[in-house]
T-cell receptor, first 116, second 113 residues
Framework: AQKITQTQPGMFVQEKEAVTLDCTYD???????LFWYKQPSSGEMIFLIY??????QNATEGRYSLNFQKARKSANLVISASQLGDSAMYFC?????????????FGKGTTLSVSS | NAGVTQTPKFRVLKTGQSMTLLCAQD?????MYWYRQDPGMGLRLIHY???????AKGEVPDGYNVSRLKKQNFLLGLESAAPSQTSVYFC????????????FGPGTRLTVL
């Protein structure tokens, strides 16, 4: 069965520092996608970054990068040069790709607090 | 281009009342989903639809019904609300595709007394 684990309930970082949010996953499907979403206090879910299981390179989107270690089944989100606006809940999610349109399985989230 | 919208944003119900949550998307997406978010639980899938006229059960479907009469709309119904259905409800939609990123609406906060 699919499973996403985020072991850090809360993380604290100072502005301009980098931070890594951990995510491990479990699936028996060789074809899957990994996603990170940001949920600020206003409540909306904002898509950040995607990594496919067959992608050779780690995904990057601006200050976000995904440290994908397939053998370890980990997909950690790295935020470089943290900003106050990065304070939010971050969710790791996975979808098996054998069947299009199947649901995302979410982890329980990590709360990131950025201080000045 | 409004993306995914949800109506209403907030609602308070009494136990046993019924209501319908509306989700609309203007991105011509085939797939639509309803999730609920509870504290400490992350998001869990209630029902989903892979196209107009089709629906399927997700992880936590009991107590909910859905309909997809038009491609752009996905309705979530509670026939007899219970306090356990107090939650934040998110709608999402996606294209048919390999990456299939799901885009979320702003959420509906429902309280059942």
């Amino acid at each position: 069965a699919q499973k996403i684990t985020q072991t850090q309930p809360g993380m604290f970082v100072q502005e301009k520092e980098a931070v890594t949010l951990d995510c491990t996953y479990d699936t028996s499907d060789p074809s899957y996608g990994l996603f990170w979403y940001k949920q600020p206090s206003s409540g909306e879910m904002i898509f950040l970054i995607y990594q496919g299981s067959y992608d050779q390179q780690n995904a990057t989107e601006g200050r976000y990068s995904l440290n994908f270690q397939k053998a370890r089944k980990s997909a950690n989100l790295v935020i470089s040069a943290s900003q106050l606006g990065d304070s939010a809940m971050y969710f790791c999610a996975m979808r098996e790709l054998r069947q299009a349109g199947t649901a995302l399985i979410f982890g329980k989230g990590t709360t990131l607090s950025v201080s000045s | 281009n409004a993306g995914v919208t949800q109506t209403p944003k907030f609602r308070v119900l009494k136990t046993g009342q019924s209501m319908t949550l509306l989700c609309a998307q203007d991105m011509n997406h085939e797939y639509m989903y309803w999730y609920r978010q509870d504290p400490g639980m992350g998001l869990r899938l209630i029902h989903y639809s892979v196209g107009e006229g089709t629906t399927a059960k997700g992880e936590v479907p009991d107590g909910y019904n859905v309909s997809r009469l038009k491609k752009q709309n996905f309705l979530l119904g509670l026939e007899s609300a219970a306090p356990s259905q107090t939650s934040v409800y998110f709608c999402a939609s996606s294209y048919f595709g390999s990456t299939d990123t799901q885009y979320f609406g702003p959420g509906t906060r429902l309280t059942v007394l």
